[in-house]
């Protein structure tokens, strides 16, 4: 069975810095893609990034592009999300995914619907 912890979320004022991290378990073959969502108060769920571990393609929503930056650690079976440059319109519940059936391109993130497993989610707030 997956399972996927976050871990790093926090207060944090406008301009500053976290790095969110998905931490992963009982993957079998098939488990390549790591997605991050996002949701804040009153908004639907929105797909920030993602990551094909097999080449390390990833995605960012225009949103985040330029201030977000995703990675993987093989060895430690964890994805981690670099988020630069904070803004207040970032705070929001941060949740990583994954699924054996969805893709992740350079241009494309699957909807939130397609992902199959689901973190627990951890808090970000952006705020002075």
């Known amino acids: 069975q997956v399972q996927l912890v976050e871990s790093g979320g926090g207060l944090v004022q406008p301009g500053g810095s976290l790095r969110l991290s998905c931490a992963a378990s009982?993957?079998?073959?098939?488990?390549?893609?790591i997605g991050w969502f996002r949701r804040a108060p009153g908004q639907e769920r929105e797909g920030v990034s993602c990551?094909?571990?097999?080449?390390?393609?990833?995605y960012y929503s225009d949103s985040v592009k330029g201030r977000f930056t995703i990675s993987r650690d093989k060895a430690k079976n964890t994805v981690y999300l670099q988020m630069n440059s904070l803004k207040a319109e970032d705070t929001a519940v941060y949740y990583c995914a994954t699924d054996p059936e969805v893709v992740c391109y350079s241009d494309y993130i699957p909807p939130a619907a397609d992902f199959g497993s689901w973190g627990q989610g951890t808090q970000v707030t952006v705020s002075s």
């Open positions: 990551i094909r571990s097999s080449d390390g393609t990833s």
């Open positions: 009982g993957f079998t073959a098939g488990y390549d893609v």
